[in-house]
């Protein structure tokens, strides 16, 4: 037997609810990216959970999560090193923190800290 996937579409996957009064919510729409000369990103060096590698994270943007990926792929082809994208944060996997900054503030991105 085969197991539903994804959740009712017109109530958000309640399926019921003693609530006389509720009704379904509209899905929340995607986040517009802010233009670069308004993101204020902030980039953090990690180790922690990655059994001692060292890490760049880059906080702070503000757009959908398609706009982030691009980002994301952007700077790991001019660094040349891995990375990925999760939870709004972009994840480098290089340990040259000053180079980063430059990238980012060359695409834009002038409140790089």
Known sequence: MS????KAPATGG???STDPDWTPQAESL?????????QRLRIEYSRAGRAGKEALIIRGFVGSDSDLADLARQLKQ???C??????GE???QQNNKEK???LL???GYKDTK
């Open 3 to 6: 197991k539903k996937k994804g």
């Open 14 to 16: 309640i399926v019921y």
């Open 30 to 38: 995607e986040v517009d990216t802010l233009p670069a000369t308004q």
């Open 78 to 80: 001019s660094l040349g």
């Open 82 to 87: 891995g990375g990925s994208t999760r939870d």
């Open 90 to 92: 972009i994840l480098i």
């Open 100 to 102: 980063l900054i430059k």
């Open 105 to 107: 503030q060359s695409k």
